[in-house]
Nanobody, 121 residues
Framework: QVQLVESGGGSVQAGGSLRLSCVAS????????MGWYRQVPGKEREMVGE???????NYGDSVNGRFTISRDSAKNSVSLQIHSLKLEDTAVYYC???????????????WGQGTQVTVTS
């Protein structure tokens, strides 16, 4: 019903920058909150940034001002700009969106497949 596809992951040296993008498609009537999360093996998924339909943002405590989330509601997309990458930013990054379907299915959170970000020294 809804597909979220992330792009932009890869390997980058510590101190570098990266931009992740995510596009949602399918039977979308509207999207409320969108966000980015990350997960490393053996740990819980961690919120790194969320953005409301109105553009209000919220960041995880570990971000420390290095991450910027933005969205283009016309394109059903959300991006995450990461600066000053650290080794501990290595994780699988997931896109999420709270979607109301055209079929009337109540608001539900959908997830992307994830994109690997590896920070090297």
């Amino acid at each position: 019903q809804v597909q979220l596809v992330e792009s932009g992951g890869g390997s980058v040296q510590a101190g570098g920058s990266l931009r992740l993008s995510c596009v949602a498609s399918g039977l979308i009537f509207s999207i409320n909150d969108m966000g980015w999360y990350r997960q490393v093996p053996g740990k819980e998924r961690e919120m790194v940034g969320e953005i409301t339909r109105g553009g209000r943002t919220n960041y995880g405590d570990s971000v420390n001002g290095r991450f910027t989330i933005s969205r283009d509601s016309a394109k059903n997309s959300v991006s995450l700009q990461i600066h000053s990458l650290k080794l501990e930013d290595t994780a699988v990054y997931y896109c999420a969106a709270d979607v109301l379907l055209t079929t009337g299915v109540p608001l539900k959170r959908y997830w992307g497949q994830g994109t690997q970000v590896t920070v090297t020294s």
